[in-house]
């Protein structure tokens, strides 16, 4: 059964970091590429950004850039979003999903999900 679980949300002040994990199995990590996506309350699921199979980052929302990174660590089949100088507008529920065709910024591309994860950015 493919899965995704992700972990890490939490409270943090403004100018903080976070790191989320991703923990994926019952498939080969080697075969899918994973977006980080997030929803504030009241708005729509957005993606924020994709890492590919061979490691490409691709951005999809300008906000993030320069201050979001992704990693995938496949000995661990986990993958990584790294959250640094965190605004209020980034709080949100923080997902990961997977598809094994490629990188895209709409969530109806993705066909794994896990239960996401919140952050919230206050002080």
């Known amino acids: 059964q493919l899965q995704l679980e992700e972990s890490g949300g939490g409270l943090v002040q403004p100018g903080g970091s976070l790191r989320l994990s991703c923990s994926t199995s019952?498939?080969?990590?080697?075969?899918?590429?994973i977006g980080w996506f997030r929803q504030a309350p009241g708005k729509e699921r957005k993606g924020g950004l994709c890492?590919?199979?061979?490691?490409?980052?691709?951005y999809y929302v300008d906000s993030v850039k320069g201050r979001f990174t992704v990693s995938r660590d496949d000995t661990k089949s986990t993958l990584y979003l790294l959250m640094n100088s965190l605004e209020p507008e980034d709080t949100a529920v923080y997902y990961c999903?997977?598809?094994?065709?490629?990188?895209?910024?709409?969530?109806?591309?993705?066909?794994?999900w896990g239960q996401g994860t919140q952050v919230t950015v206050s002080s």
């Open positions: 999903a997977a598809n094994f065709i490629g990188c895209g910024a709409l969530p109806y591309l993705y066909h794994v």
């Open positions: 890492i590919s199979r061979s490691g490409d980052i691709r």
């Open positions: 019952g498939f080969t990590s080697q075969d899918y590429v």
